[in-house]
């Protein structure tokens, strides 16, 4: 997307055919069916109501369990396809003291249930009502309908700029210290470590929610940003490039930020915003880049210990 001259059919092509498949557009419908199906009545003459955010909760719990603990269950548990397309050799840790209650996965899930869908339900819910009630902006169908469309797609990029930012925020040795070191535990990753983070973590994280508060927007794309954040790192974080079902290759793993997870200091952002290029830390997993990363650590240490660099 961001090579010179620009490319453009090349760039839309990969937008649509890897980029958004499948998992970008399962999201977009899921919002879509979540917004006419699944989203309670919100009663816009109070403040939102103890009931409708406890649905809300209810629903994305639902929905995060049925992703997540299916490919947990596929890949960890029934070790369906053993270790192809896995990223690391090792399996989720059992007996690890970093983990509360000594195993990876029950960290993890509660985590990510207890402070990590409660926090994007919330940020969720009270969106979803400052729309209805008319305090934030309002984008309509079909009145607005081709900004609607464009927002959706616009929207991956920028939310993916905003975790960039954030992420890089919480690399602040402070904020890494306190708050985002519960995240790096998970060194080697599963579908439950996507969104396992310290709640300080999760109001930053999921903060992309309030942008709606300035920008007009359809609540179809207010459900959306939950789920690609809320959802989507169930499928990142899954320890393996592919799931294999039936004979057919899923596309599911993101090798980029599995490197994060192992670095730290490298691929803060995701591949399709260029911050990390922009900013030196992109690392594509060569061995050249490994040797970029080793020579800029160097560097760095050589520098804090007042050396000449
Ligand atoms: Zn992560
Ligand atoms: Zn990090």
């Keep these: 997307m961001f090579v010179w001259p620009i490319r453009p059919i090349k760039a839309i092509k990969w937008i649509f055919v890897e980029f958004l498949f499948p ?61 192809t397309f896995k990223f690391s050799h090792r399996w989720l840790s059992k007996k690890s003291t970093r983990f509360l209650w000594s195993n990876q996965t029950y960290d993890n899930v509660f985590w990510s249930i207890v402070s ?44 993916s700029s905003h975790f960039y930012l954030i992420h890089r925020l919480l690399h602040w040795k402070p904020l890494y210290r306190s708050v ?77 930020h599995d490197l994060h997870h192992r670095h730290f200091e490298t691929n803060y952002g995701n591949i399709e915003a260029p911050f990390d290029w922009a900013m030196n830390t992109w690392h594509n997993g060569s061995n050249e880049a490994q040797r970029a990363m080793v020579a800029r650590r160097k560097l760095q240490s050589g520098a804090s210990e007042g050396k000449p660099s």
């Design 23 to 83: 998992w970008g557009f399962l999201f977009i419908g899921l919002a879509i069916f979540s917004w006419n199906v699944l989203t309670p009545e919100i009663d816009s003459s109070g403040p939102p109501s103890l009931g409708f955010m406890g649905k809300i909760w209810l629903k994305n719990v639902l929905l995060l369990g049925v992703l997540a603990g299916s490919l947990h269950w596929w890949l960890y548990s029934r070790k369906r396809q053993g270790d």
């Design 116 to 159: 990590g869908v409660t926090v994007w339900s919330l940020f969720e819910g009270i969106t979803l009502w400052a729309w209805i009630s008319g305090v934030s902006p309002q984008a309509t169908w079909p009145a607005h309908r081709e900004y609607i469309v464009a927002l959706t797609f616009v929207f991956f990029f920028v939310s």
């Design 180 to 256: 985002h070191e519960l995240h790096h535990r998970n060194v080697n990753t599963g579908p439950w470590s996507g969104i396992s983070m310290h709640p300080v973590e999760h109001l930053l994280f999921f903060s992309m929610f309030f942008v709606w508060w300035l920008v007009p927007v359809h609540p179809v794309v207010i459900i959306l940003t939950g789920f690609f954040k809320g959802l989507g790192p169930a499928v990142t974080h899954s320890g393996f490039d592919r799931v294999l079902v039936g004979g057919r290759q899923i596309p599911t793993g993101d090798w980029f």
